[in-house]
Nanobody, 112 residues
């Protein structure tokens, strides 16, 4: 079992940047960021393997960067050129040998 704690959300103007962090209580395989806007389904934003391979949703390519520090069991999501449509609760997801786990979520609000 692993606990995930997200941080870094907040309110930012369109065009601004935010950096989210997800600290895991133990070692993980792949880690990912998802988001869920009001009235919409949760969607995958970005994924990173333990080896550093990444994958992004088309809507964030070129604007968001996922990274991780395996020595700290922490994943990051650098979000640049934010748009109002990026407003959502962002959730961290981690895969370990026993299954997948979720963080509690952190709110990101982008004002126009």
């Amino acid at each position: 079992q692993v606990q995930l704690v997200e941080s870094g959300g907040g309110l930012v103007q369109a065009g601004g940047s935010l950096r989210l962090s997800c600290a895991a209580s133990g070692s993980t395989f792949s880690m990912a960021w998802y988001r869920q806007a009001p009235g919409k389904q949760r969607e995958r934003v970005a994924t990173i393997t333990r080896g550093g391979s990444t994958n992004y949703a088309d809507s964030v390519k070129g604007r968001f960067t996922i990274s991780r520090d395996n020595t700290k069991n922490t994943a990051y999501l650098q979000m640049n050129s934010l748009k109002p449509e990026d407003t959502a609760v962002y959730y961290c997801n981690a895969q370990i040998w026993s299954g997948e786990y979720w963080g509690q979520g952190t709110q990101v609000t982008v004002s126009s």
